[in-house]
Structure formats: C-alpha cells, structure tokens
C-alpha cells in the first residue's frame, strides 16, 4: 500500500521563478494539506484541498496556491519565489472525517 | 490562532532511560493531539495521538497524557532506544463536525538523542 508520494524530491530555483510541486495521497483517502517547514522548525499549515476545494487555509500570502485533481492527488504552486520560500514542503493525506495525518517525505525547495 | 510551545529544544539520554516531552496549547477547542516523529530526510511519521475526551493513551514504550484544564500534554518514551534518536514533534488541532484535522499546529520540536 503506497504512501503518500511527493515530487521532485529537491529543486532549486531562482528568486522570481515559478515552482510546482506535486503531491499522491495515500491509497483511500481524499483530502490533502500541505505544509512548509524551514529548517529547525515544525512545520506550518499553507492550506488543505477536498473535493477539488480549498476547505481552510493557513497565513501564507497569495502567491501560494494549489490545486486539487479528481484523482485526489494535488498541486502547490509558489509565484515570484523569495528566498524565505526555501523549505521543505511536505503534504500530508487523510480522511475527510477527524483522522491522523499522515505526511510524504517532501520537496526541497531552495531559491537562490 | 492556536499556539503550541514545546520543551525541551533538545534531550539527551543514556540508552535505557525515560524521555519526557511537554507542550502547552492557548486554544481551549483544540481536541485533538498528535505526536510525530521526524528522521533525517524524511517527513513526519505519527507515532501516537489522543484526543481530548481521553486523559492518557499507551502504545508499547510510548504514552501519551493530556491535562485539558492546564492545557498541557506529554509524550513518554521508556526503556529509550538509540533507534529512537530523531526530532519530535507535537500539534494541536480543531476536528468538529465533519471537518478533518487537517491543520495541525506544530511545536517547534524537540531533538532526541539516545546515547548507546
């Protein structure tokens, strides 16, 4: 039974750039969250998808956005990079009922 | 927003001891409380969690115990392994209704090391 899958596993980019990070659920569920964690930190809520929508969304500017396919994987996207972009991003899959989390091993971004 | 404080930053123990972690959350709603443990290259792996109709949860060498009126939760690692040298991570959530738990709020983690 695969987990959650996350692809690339690295990227580098360059300040201004566009970015598209790809995400799998785990096999039977359909709600995905994604997060950014910077090094040394826990990781912090962008926003979460079901049902091909944006259900919550945590303090990140509008430059992040994402998507959500009826396959249930999904996209995060990051306009005009920054160099405080540089983290990973990690996504996690669930339930869309109250039920763990459970994360991909992420994305890791740096802008250069 | 919910806030999550997380001690100690770092842990050192000698194979065989106890480990503690404790947090503290601000949201009185949060109910439900995960516990991750995070290796080197890797994403976050959920170890145990508890939800706030419960007081204390064991799985094996790990518990987990939950204070709601302090606002205040524990993980507990007995009988420490060097295999359990990583960083840890506790959250807190709101999960109402039909909602998931998707946005977790993070400690800022504690890093584990187990002397062999």
């Known amino acids: 039974d695969a987990g959650v899958t996350q692809s690339p596993t690295h990227l580098i980019k360059t300040r201004g750039q566009q970015v598209t990070l790809r995400c799998s659920p785990k096999?039977?569920?359909?709600?995905v969250s994604w997060y950014q964690q910077a090094l040394g930190q826990g990781p912090q809520f962008i926003f979460q998808?079901?049902?091909?929508?944006?259900?919550q969304r945590g303090n990140f500017p509008d430059r992040f956005s994402g998507h959500q396919f009826p396959n249930y994987s999904s996209e995060l996207n990051v306009n005009a990079l920054l160099l405080g972009d540089s983290a990973l991003y990690l996504c996690?899959?669930?339930?869309?009922?109250?039920?763990?989390?459970?994360f991909g091993n992420g994305t890791r971004l740096t802008v250069t | 927003g919910e806030n999550v404080e997380q001690h100690p930053s770092t842990l050192s123990v000698q194979e065989g001891d106890s480990a503690v972690i404790k947090c503290t959350y601000s949201?009185?709603?949060?109910?439900?409380f995960p516990w991750y443990k995070q290796e080197l290259g890797k994403g976050p792996q959920l170890i145990i969690d508890?939800?706030?109709?419960?007081g204390e949860k064991k799985d094996q060498r790990i518990a987990v115990t939950l204070n709601k009126t302090a606002k205040h939760f524990s993980l507990h690692i007995t009988e420490t392994q060097p295999e359990d040298s990583a960083v840890y991570f506790c959250?807190?959530?709101?999960?109402?209704?039909?909602?998931?738990?998707?946005?977790?709020?993070f400690g800022q983690g504690t890093i584990l090391t187990v002397h062999p």
């Open positions: 996690a899959s669930s339930l869309p009922q109250p039920s763990p989390l459970h």
């Open positions: 096999s039977g569920h359909d709600t």
């Open positions: 998808y079901y049902e091909e929508e944006e259900r």
């Open positions: 949201d009185s709603a949060s109910n439900y």
């Open positions: 508890i939800r706030s109709n419960v």
């Open positions: 959250a807190a959530s709101i999960g109402a209704g039909g909602t998931s738990y998707g946005k977790l709020t």
